[in-house]
């Protein structure tokens, strides 16, 4: 009886301690989170006003205005998409979680690959060359599955380590079609 009590008294100690490990490491998968999702508040805020920008331009595409268009392209767009190309390069090399880090790597390529495509974009219609422009198209699709690669990612991993979602990521998802 004794024995089987010690027995029983180490499993469980071995299971609290194991228990412990495990909620410790998801503290600091949630800390690394949410230190990650607090230094995309730059980005965030660069991203609201590119918004605004990019009405801008649709606007004046719909109205045929290139002037316009060539315009908020050069002094607002790509300097912006350069800016947060930068940042999040910046960043990443900053994260010291790996598997956040991976998740990241996609949020970094679809940052290069917006920029890339927008400046394509405004060579393109400089140029007036449609071959420039099918290119710009081109990198701004292979943007796009980078932006939901990263979206999946980030649900993976807030899955994985009990983080809930405050909705963000179904609507991103739901907006993107997936």
């Known amino acids: 009886m004794k024995k089987s009590l010690k027995v029983t008294s180490l499993v469980l100690a ?19 989170f949410m230190d990650y999702q607090a230094s995309l508040g730059t980005d965030s ?47 990443h090399s900053t994260i010291t ?3 956040l880090a991976n998740v990241d790597t996609h949020y970094v390529n679809y940052c290069s690959h917006m920029s890339d495509a927008f400046t394509m974009m ?10 420039k422009l099918n290119k710009a198209m081109s990198e701004l699709n292979v943007a796009m599955t980078e932006i939901s690669s990263y979206a999946d990612g980030l649900q993976k991993y807030m899955d994985n380590y009990g983080i809930k979602d405050d909705g963000s ?10």
């Open 14 to 32: 071995i299971l609290l301690v194991a228990s412990a490990l495990v909620g410790c490491a998801n503290f600091e998968k949630k800390k690394a």
């Open 45 to 91: 805020a660069m991203m609201n006003s590119m918004s605004e920008d990019m009405d801008k331009v649709q606007s004046a595409i719909n109205k045929n205005d290139l002037t316009t268009t060539k315009a908020i392209l050069q002094s607002k767009i790509n300097p912006t998409l350069k800016q947060l190309s930068q940042n999040a390069t910046n960043r």
């Open 122 to 131: 405004l060579d393109a219609i400089n140029t007036e060359d449609q071959a």
């Open 169 to 178: 990521i179904a609507a991103f998802k739901s907006m993107m079609g997936n």
């Open 97 to 99: 979680d790996v598997e």
